[in-house]
Antibody, heavy 118, light 107 residues
Framework: EVQLLESGGGLVQPGGSLRLSCAAS????????LSWVRQAPGRGLEWVSV????????SYADSVKGRFTISGDNSKNTLYLQMNSLRAEDTAVYYC???????????WGQGTLVTVSS | DIQMTQSPSTLSASVGDRVTITCRAS??????LAWYQQKPGKAPKLLIY???SLESGVPSEFSGSGSGTEFTLTISSLQPDDFATYYC?????????FGQGTKLEIK
Protein backbone atom coordinates (compact mmCIF):
# COMPACT_ATOMS: atom_id res chain seq x y z
CA GLU A 1 0.00 0.00 0.00
CA VAL A 2 1.33 3.42 -0.96
CA GLN A 3 1.85 5.71 2.01
CA LEU A 4 3.03 9.31 2.02
CA LEU A 5 3.61 11.00 5.36
CA GLU A 6 4.44 14.69 5.45
CA SER A 7 6.13 16.47 8.33
CA GLY A 8 7.93 19.72 9.05
CA GLY A 9 5.07 22.20 8.89
CA GLY A 10 4.60 24.90 11.46
CA LEU A 11 4.59 28.61 12.16
CA VAL A 12 7.36 30.70 10.59
CA GLN A 13 7.89 34.44 10.27
CA PRO A 14 7.83 36.21 6.91
CA GLY A 15 11.24 35.92 5.27
CA GLY A 16 12.00 32.73 7.16
CA SER A 17 12.72 29.20 5.98
CA LEU A 18 11.22 25.79 6.51
CA ARG A 19 11.93 22.31 5.18
CA LEU A 20 9.09 19.88 4.61
CA SER A 21 9.67 16.13 4.45
CA CYS A 22 7.57 13.35 2.97
CA ALA A 23 8.35 9.77 3.97
CA ALA A 24 7.27 7.39 1.24
CA SER A 25 6.59 3.66 1.37
CA UNK A 26 4.84 0.94 -0.58
CA UNK A 27 6.44 1.68 -3.95
CA UNK A 28 9.83 2.04 -5.62
CA UNK A 29 10.70 5.61 -4.70
CA UNK A 30 12.99 6.32 -7.64
CA UNK A 31 10.54 5.09 -10.27
CA UNK A 32 7.90 7.80 -10.02
CA UNK A 33 7.50 11.53 -10.25
CA LEU A 34 6.84 13.05 -6.85
CA SER A 35 5.28 16.43 -6.31
CA TRP A 36 4.10 19.01 -3.82
CA VAL A 37 0.64 20.57 -4.07
CA ARG A 38 -0.63 23.21 -1.68
CA GLN A 39 -3.98 24.59 -0.61
CA ALA A 40 -4.36 27.93 1.12
CA PRO A 41 -7.12 28.09 3.77
CA GLY A 42 -10.51 28.09 2.06
CA ARG A 43 -8.92 28.14 -1.39
CA GLY A 44 -8.33 25.75 -4.27
CA LEU A 45 -5.45 23.43 -5.08
CA GLU A 46 -2.17 24.85 -6.40
CA TRP A 47 0.50 22.66 -7.94
CA VAL A 48 3.90 23.68 -6.52
CA SER A 49 6.71 21.47 -7.78
CA VAL A 50 7.70 18.06 -9.12
CA UNK A 51 10.83 15.94 -9.25
CA UNK A 52 11.76 12.90 -11.25
CA UNK A 53 13.80 11.26 -8.53
CA UNK A 54 15.62 8.93 -10.88
CA UNK A 55 16.62 11.62 -13.36
CA UNK A 56 16.75 14.59 -11.03
CA UNK A 57 14.72 16.84 -13.30
CA UNK A 58 12.53 19.37 -11.53
CA SER A 59 9.85 21.92 -12.31
CA TYR A 60 8.28 24.70 -10.26
CA ALA A 61 5.26 26.95 -10.27
CA ASP A 62 6.14 30.56 -11.06
CA SER A 63 4.88 31.58 -7.62
CA VAL A 64 7.69 29.66 -5.86
CA LYS A 65 10.46 29.58 -8.47
CA GLY A 66 13.75 30.78 -7.01
CA ARG A 67 12.51 30.41 -3.42
CA PHE A 68 11.59 26.71 -3.10
CA THR A 69 13.75 23.69 -3.89
CA ILE A 70 12.45 20.14 -4.27
CA SER A 71 14.75 17.17 -3.72
CA GLY A 72 14.61 13.47 -3.00
CA ASP A 73 16.76 11.01 -1.07
CA ASN A 74 16.56 7.51 -2.53
CA SER A 75 18.36 5.98 0.44
CA LYS A 76 15.71 7.30 2.83
CA ASN A 77 12.71 7.15 0.50
CA THR A 78 12.05 10.73 1.45
CA LEU A 79 10.95 13.76 -0.55
CA TYR A 80 11.81 17.27 0.60
CA LEU A 81 10.70 20.81 -0.05
CA GLN A 82 13.08 23.52 1.11
CA MET A 83 11.15 26.76 1.38
CA ASN A 84 13.06 30.04 1.70
CA SER A 85 12.00 33.70 1.75
CA LEU A 86 8.54 32.67 2.91
CA ARG A 87 5.62 35.05 2.43
CA ALA A 88 2.19 35.27 4.00
CA GLU A 89 0.71 33.97 0.75
CA ASP A 90 2.68 30.73 1.17
CA THR A 91 0.41 29.86 4.10
CA ALA A 92 -1.26 26.59 3.13
CA VAL A 93 -1.60 22.89 3.70
CA TYR A 94 1.18 21.25 1.70
CA TYR A 95 0.47 17.82 0.24
CA CYS A 96 3.06 15.36 -0.98
CA UNK A 97 1.86 13.36 -3.98
CA UNK A 98 2.94 10.51 -6.23
CA UNK A 99 2.40 10.44 -9.95
CA UNK A 100 1.18 7.45 -11.91
CA UNK A 101 -0.20 6.65 -15.35
CA UNK A 102 1.23 9.26 -17.69
CA UNK A 103 1.88 11.71 -14.89
CA UNK A 104 -1.50 11.90 -13.20
CA UNK A 105 -1.37 12.38 -9.42
CA UNK A 106 -2.71 9.18 -7.91
CA UNK A 107 -1.67 9.12 -4.27
CA TRP A 108 -1.68 11.93 -1.73
CA GLY A 109 -0.38 12.38 1.79
CA GLN A 110 -2.52 13.81 4.56
CA GLY A 111 -0.89 17.23 4.34
CA THR A 112 1.11 19.45 6.66
CA LEU A 113 0.14 23.02 7.53
CA VAL A 114 2.57 25.87 7.00
CA THR A 115 1.65 29.21 8.50
CA VAL A 116 3.68 32.29 7.62
CA SER A 117 2.91 35.06 10.07
CA SER A 118 4.60 37.47 12.43
CA ASP B 1 1.25 28.19 -18.48
CA ILE B 2 -2.02 26.43 -19.28
CA GLN B 3 -5.02 27.97 -17.55
CA MET B 4 -7.90 25.75 -16.47
CA THR B 5 -11.36 27.23 -16.04
CA GLN B 6 -14.13 25.30 -14.31
CA SER B 7 -17.81 26.05 -14.30
CA PRO B 8 -19.92 26.46 -12.36
CA SER B 9 -18.10 27.48 -9.18
CA THR B 10 -21.01 26.27 -7.07
CA LEU B 11 -23.71 23.78 -7.96
CA SER B 12 -26.80 23.02 -5.88
CA ALA B 13 -28.44 19.69 -6.54
CA SER B 14 -30.47 16.92 -4.93
CA VAL B 15 -29.83 13.25 -4.33
CA GLY B 16 -30.63 11.39 -7.53
CA ASP B 17 -29.93 14.33 -9.82
CA ARG B 18 -27.64 14.12 -12.83
CA VAL B 19 -25.00 16.87 -12.77
CA THR B 20 -22.29 18.03 -15.13
CA ILE B 21 -19.20 20.10 -14.40
CA THR B 22 -17.22 21.67 -17.22
CA CYS B 23 -13.49 22.36 -17.46
CA ARG B 24 -11.86 24.36 -20.23
CA ALA B 25 -8.14 24.55 -20.99
CA SER B 26 -6.51 27.65 -22.45
CA UNK B 27 -4.77 25.46 -25.05
CA UNK B 28 -5.08 21.89 -26.24
CA UNK B 29 -4.10 19.27 -23.69
CA UNK B 30 -5.22 16.24 -25.73
CA UNK B 31 -6.79 13.99 -23.07
CA UNK B 32 -4.26 14.69 -20.30
CA LEU B 33 -6.92 15.69 -17.81
CA ALA B 34 -7.83 14.38 -14.38
CA TRP B 35 -10.76 14.97 -12.05
CA TYR B 36 -10.46 14.92 -8.26
CA GLN B 37 -12.96 14.95 -5.42
CA GLN B 38 -12.09 16.67 -2.17
CA LYS B 39 -13.96 16.69 1.10
CA PRO B 40 -13.28 19.18 3.92
CA GLY B 41 -10.06 18.47 5.79
CA LYS B 42 -9.10 15.62 3.47
CA ALA B 43 -6.66 15.14 0.63
CA PRO B 44 -8.05 15.06 -2.90
CA LYS B 45 -9.07 11.71 -4.36
CA LEU B 46 -8.51 10.78 -8.00
CA LEU B 47 -11.75 9.96 -9.83
CA ILE B 48 -10.96 10.15 -13.55
CA TYR B 49 -7.70 10.18 -15.49
CA UNK B 50 -6.91 10.52 -19.18
CA UNK B 51 -10.16 12.50 -19.46
CA UNK B 52 -12.43 9.45 -19.39
CA SER B 53 -10.75 6.56 -17.56
CA LEU B 54 -12.33 5.66 -14.25
CA GLU B 55 -9.87 5.15 -11.41
CA SER B 56 -10.09 1.75 -9.74
CA GLY B 57 -12.64 1.67 -6.96
CA VAL B 58 -14.50 4.80 -8.06
CA PRO B 59 -18.27 4.27 -8.45
CA SER B 60 -19.58 3.98 -11.99
CA GLU B 61 -21.91 6.98 -11.46
CA PHE B 62 -18.86 9.11 -12.30
CA SER B 63 -17.83 9.57 -15.91
CA GLY B 64 -15.62 11.93 -17.84
CA SER B 65 -15.44 13.03 -21.43
CA GLY B 66 -13.74 15.48 -23.75
CA SER B 67 -10.49 16.18 -25.50
CA GLY B 68 -8.48 19.16 -26.64
CA THR B 69 -9.78 22.08 -24.60
CA GLU B 70 -13.26 21.07 -23.42
CA PHE B 71 -13.98 18.46 -20.76
CA THR B 72 -16.86 17.38 -18.59
CA LEU B 73 -17.36 15.39 -15.42
CA THR B 74 -20.80 13.85 -15.08
CA ILE B 75 -22.34 12.27 -12.03
CA SER B 76 -25.28 10.26 -13.31
CA SER B 77 -27.23 9.97 -10.06
CA LEU B 78 -26.05 11.96 -7.05
CA GLN B 79 -25.48 10.01 -3.86
CA PRO B 80 -25.22 11.62 -0.40
CA ASP B 81 -21.48 10.89 -0.35
CA ASP B 82 -20.93 12.85 -3.59
CA PHE B 83 -21.43 16.29 -2.07
CA ALA B 84 -17.89 17.68 -2.12
CA THR B 85 -15.63 19.96 -4.13
CA TYR B 86 -14.39 18.81 -7.53
CA TYR B 87 -11.24 19.91 -9.33
CA CYS B 88 -9.92 19.32 -12.81
CA UNK B 89 -6.17 19.26 -13.47
CA UNK B 90 -4.19 19.24 -16.67
CA UNK B 91 -1.06 17.09 -16.75
CA UNK B 92 -0.13 17.75 -20.35
CA UNK B 93 2.80 19.98 -19.44
CA UNK B 94 4.47 21.53 -16.41
CA UNK B 95 3.48 23.47 -14.47
CA UNK B 96 0.48 21.23 -13.99
CA UNK B 97 -2.52 23.43 -13.22
CA PHE B 98 -5.86 22.97 -11.50
CA GLY B 99 -9.22 24.49 -12.14
CA GLN B 100 -10.55 26.70 -9.37
CA GLY B 101 -12.95 24.04 -8.15
CA THR B 102 -16.69 23.36 -8.17
CA LYS B 103 -18.46 23.02 -4.85
CA LEU B 104 -21.38 20.63 -5.10
CA GLU B 105 -23.96 21.46 -2.46
CA ILE B 106 -27.16 19.83 -1.33
CA LYS B 107 -30.22 21.73 -2.55
Amino acid sequence: EVQLLESGGGLVQPGGSLRLSCAASGFTFSSYGLSWVRQAPGRGLEWVSVISVSGGSTSYADSVKGRFTISGDNSKNTLYLQMNSLRAEDTAVYYCAKEGYGGVTINWGQGTLVTVSS
Amino acid sequence: DIQMTQSPSTLSASVGDRVTITCRASQSISTWLAWYQQKPGKAPKLLIYKASSLESGVPSEFSGSGSGTEFTLTISSLQPDDFATYYCQQYNSYPYTFGQGTKLEIK
